[in-house]
């Protein structure tokens, strides 16, 4: 399916600064086509992919109706465009209610082996109810956004045809997780170049900002390594002396745990500042920063986290390597559009 003109104006915006701008009619793309280099993804067995499914679960993503007041939907916080992130610190939910953690993107999430920051929810089926009975997010209960939703004869019909039962909590976990599997980024002018599509390679300076990113001296890759930029592991990166987000601590209770978060995925990096679980920093210029002086020594802080000694062309060449991990097939692809 060719994305057309809005696509290959997001390619320019994105990619300026590579030698040529991305001609949209090599992007075609299908729920779970899985980029070269992609393990498959495992679906749980009692929750199989179907095109009803994932139909079912993409006009919930854009409900608002799942909301006490009807006022946010999962889309207010994870806007296609900015690779299912907001843009924004912390998002804000009914009642203009603000949240405690900025919100991450949806990328591949397909492959999280948990959710949550401090990686307390072991199934996406199970995430899907944080928001909706958060405070600060949904303020509901699923009990009654199936409730609410039966009264639709729309989503009885999908309801049936995708799962053979009527509107549930069942359903409602089951479709939207489905619909979020597909989230899959895979395609930016980084990948393009590793896979030696004629047209498609990095800058010199990306290059040698990669050369750096996956070099024994900065250690990035250590955490952000893998075809999806992340180990998955908890780590402190010392943003902070003294935290007042106790982060993973929250959920085990051991002190070891304090102030350690999940490590985030690096892809399309450059369309979701602003950065750190609290989303106190706007660029990846002051991310980079922070990194090359070394944090600020929380008594958790990974060894990883060190003084760098970057000089000024060594940062916008990593910068310019960040930036290559967007995907603009992924933001512009209309089949993940309302």
Same mark, same amino acid.
């Given at each position: 399916?060719?994305?057309?003109?809005?696509?290959?104006?997001?390619?320019? &915006?994105?990619?300026?600064?590579?030698?040529r701008a991305v001609d949209p009619s090599v992007f075609q793309q299908n729920p779970f086509q899985i980029p070269e280099g992609f393990p498959e993804?495992?679906?749980? #067995?009692?929750?199989?992919?179907?095109? #009803?499914?994932?139909?079912?679960?993409?006009?919930?993503?854009?409900?608002?109706?799942?909301?006490?007041?009807?006022?946010?939907?999962?889309?207010?916080?994870?806007?296609?465009? &900015?690779?299912?992130?907001?843009?924004?610190?912390?998002?804000?939910?009914?009642?203009?209610?603000?949240?405690?953690?900025?919100?991450?993107?949806?990328?591949?999430?397909?492959?999280?082996?948990?959710?949550?920051?401090?990686?307390?929810?072991?199934?996406?089926?199970?995430?899907?109810?944080?928001?909706?009975?958060?405070?600060?997010?949904?303020?509901?209960?699923? &009990?009654?956004?199936?409730?609410?939703?039966?009264?639709?004869?729309?989503?009885?019909? &999908?309801?049936?045809?995708?799962?053979?039962?009527?509107?549930?909590?069942?359903?409602?976990?089951?479709? @939207?997780?489905?619909? #979020?599997?597909?989230?899959?980024? $895979?395609?930016? @002018?980084?990948?393009?170049?590793?896979?030696?599509?004629? $047209?498609?390679? @990095?800058?010199?300076?990306?290059?040698?900002?990669?050369?750096?990113?996956?070099?024994?001296?900065?250690?990035?890759?250590?955490?952000?390594?893998?075809?999806?930029?992340?180990?998955?592991?908890?780590?402190?990166?010392?943003?902070?002396?003294?935290?007042?987000?106790?982060?993973?601590?929250?959920?085990?209770?051991?002190?070891?745990?304090?102030?350690?978060?999940?490590?985030?995925?690096?892809?399309?990096? $450059? @369309?979701t500042a602003p950065y750190m679980h609290d989303g106190s920093m706007n660029t990846l210029e002051e991310v980079l920063a922070h990194y090359n002086?070394?944090? #600020? $020594?929380?008594?958790?802080?990974?060894?990883?986290?060190?003084?760098?000694?970057?000089?000024?062309?060594?940062?916008?060449?990593?910068?310019?390597?960040?930036?290559?991990?967007?995907?603009?097939?992924?933001?512009?692809?209309?089949?993940?559009?309302?």
């Amino acid at each position: 399916m060719r994305l057309g003109k809005i696509c290959g104006l997001l390619c320019v &915006l994105l990619w300026a600064c590579e030698p040529r701008a991305v001609d949209p009619s090599v992007f075609q793309q299908n729920p779970f086509q899985i980029p070269e280099g992609f393990p498959e993804i495992d679906f749980p #067995e009692d929750n199989a992919f179907t095109q #009803e499914r994932w139909l079912l679960g993409k006009k919930m993503f854009y409900d608002p109706r799942f909301s006490v007041d009807r006022s946010v939907s999962c889309a207010s916080c994870h806007q296609p465009a &900015l690779a299912f992130s907001d843009g924004v610190s912390k998002s804000r939910g009914v009642s203009e209610r603000l949240g405690e953690r900025n919100s991450p993107s949806l990328a591949n999430v397909a492959y999280h082996p948990y959710f949550t920051r401090e990686g307390g929810v072991p199934t996406l089926e199970m995430q899907i109810l944080v928001p909706i009975q958060e405070h600060a997010e949904f303020d509901f209960n699923i &009990l009654l956004v199936a409730e609410r939703l039966t009264q639709d004869s729309v989503y009885q019909s &999908l309801s049936q045809k995708a799962y053979g039962r009527e509107m549930d909590f069942f359903v409602i976990t089951r479709s @939207l997780a489905t619909f #979020e599997r597909s989230l899959i980024s $895979g395609n930016s @002018l980084y990948d393009l170049d590793q896979r030696g599509v004629n $047209g498609y390679q @990095l800058s010199t300076k990306a290059r040698r900002g990669m050369e750096l990113f996956f070099s024994e001296r900065t250690a990035c890759s250590s955490c952000h390594g893998g075809f999806n930029f992340t180990h998955y592991a908890f780590e402190n990166n010392g943003l902070y002396a003294d935290y007042p987000d106790a982060g993973r601590f929250r959920l085990t209770n051991r002190e070891e745990d304090r102030a350690l978060f999940k490590v985030p995925s690096l892809r399309n990096v $450059g @369309l979701t500042a602003p950065y750190m679980h609290d989303g106190s920093m706007n660029t990846l210029e002051e991310v980079l920063a922070h990194y090359n002086k070394g944090g #600020e $020594g929380h008594l958790h802080q990974s060894p990883l986290v060190k003084p760098l000694a970057l000089s000024p062309a060594e940062q916008k060449a990593i910068i310019s390597f960040l930036h290559s991990l967007s995907d603009p097939q992924f933001i512009a692809n209309p089949q993940f559009l309302p």
